[in-house]
């Protein structure tokens, strides 16, 4: 029989509300800058400078506050007021100190789901961001480890489940995004459960795998204590 030990959850967007709050930080941000061109076009560059600043800066709302701050520079060819640069500041600090609210269905799939496996938290993002959204959560004593990694591949699935877990094979990695979540997790071996969420950021879309075996679509968390359940009575 498949013998399943180890579960992976991701945090933002599986657990608590994240891509909803930057969705209105852009808009808080396309507001301030109306008066200096097309929206969209705006836009457009925002999410370019955000991605161009992965690799310097990370996930985060802090990398986000900057690349706000290096596209309105851009977009007002450096004389952007600094009542403009005050605004983007205070909403970067807001979206770091705002309350975490753990989605429904998440305490109870938490619960059952450590009883029966070693149950981490693997995530991107700034360390002490992450830390702290955890602690507001007042989800931490369900974990027994938490990974706050610069990136998800698969070398990250193998390294995490291994030190935590029997390897890979025999784990359950369980998240929101396709490109981060699922995809890297299948090539390192796991099992993947994709929990939707309703809005994705453009840098985390990716294309659904066909027909493996090792992959399921939930339409929520609380499906997967059941689901992983499953697992441990079908053959290998």
């Excluded at 979206?95 to 938290?121: C, N, Q």
């Excluded at 459960?193 to 985390?204: C, D, G, Q, R, T």
Aim: glycine share 8%; net charge negative; aromatic share 8%.
């Amino acid at each position: 029989m498949t013998t399943i030990t180890t579960v992976g959850v991701d945090a933002d967007d599986t657990l608590w509300h994240c891509e909803s709050k930057f969705r209105l930080s852009h808009a808080r941000f396309l507001d301030l800058l109306s008066d200096h061109g097309d929206p969209e076009k705006i836009e457009s560059q925002l999410l370019a400078c955000e991605k161009r600043n992965l690799r310097v800066y990370g996930y985060g709302a802090k990398g986000f506050t900057l690349s706000m701050i290096e596209t309105a520079l851009e977009v007002t060819d450096g004389a952007v007021d600094t009542r403009v640069i005050r605004e983007i500041l205070a909403v970067g600090r807001e979206m770091l100190t705002e309350p975490i609210e753990p989605l429904s269905g998440v305490d109870k799939a938490l619960a059952e789901l450590s009883e029966r496996y070693r149950l981490i938290l693997i995530t991107k993002g700034d360390l002490l961001h992450q830390e702290q959204k955890l602690a507001s959560s007042g989800l931490g004593d369900y974990f027994v480890a938490v990974e706050i990694v610069s990136e998800k591949d698969a070398g990250t699935y193998r390294r995490v489940f291994e030190r935590y877990g029997t390897g890979a094979e025999q784990a359950v990695m369980a998240g929101n995004s396709m490109k981060s979540d699922i995809l890297p997790a299948l090539e390192a071996g796991c099992w993947s459960a994709l929990i939707p969420y309703p809005l994705v950021w453009a840098h985390e879309a990716a294309e659904a795998p066909v027909g493996h075996e090792r992959y399921v679509e939930l339409s929520s968390i609380s499906e997967l204590p059941g689901w992983v359940d499953s697992l441990t009575q079908r053959p290998k």
